[in-house]
């Protein structure tokens, strides 16, 4: 089974999943009430169940743009690094 991109990010940063997803969490929350109306406009586009973006649904959203905006072959780098 692969691993979970949060899984990934914690065990390199020596930190448990909850609080890589706390610190993720952190930022959507920063940058969805972001002074600048711009940034909070961008942040805004992203599709959530609830009031705020959750770190998956975050994640959901930047890979769909991600592959959009380059390919595919854009995200293999996840793989292979």
Same mark, same amino acid.
């Given at each position: 089974?692969?691993?979970?991109?949060?899984?990934?990010?914690? +065990?390199? +940063?020596?930190?448990?999943?909850?609080?890589? *997803?706390?610190?993720?969490?952190? *930022?959507?929350?920063?940058?969805?009430?972001?002074?600048?109306?711009?940034? +909070?406009?961008?942040?805004?586009?992203?599709?959530?169940?609830?009031?705020?973006?959750?770190?998956?649904?975050?994640? *959901?959203?930047?890979?769909?743009?991600?592959?959009?905006?380059?390919?595919?072959?854009?995200? *293999?780098?996840?793989?292979?690094?």
């Amino acid at each position: 089974m692969a691993e979970h991109i949060f899984e990934r990010l914690a +065990r390199e +940063r020596g930190i448990t999943v909850e609080e890589m *997803r706390a610190i993720i969490s952190a *930022r959507i929350e920063k940058g969805w009430n972001d002074q600048d109306p711009v940034k +909070r406009e961008q942040w805004r586009k992203i599709p959530c169940v609830g009031e705020i973006p959750t770190p998956d649904e975050w994640l *959901r959203y930047s890979v769909e743009h991600l592959k959009e905006d380059c390919g595919e072959e854009s995200l *293999r780098w996840y793989l292979y690094n």
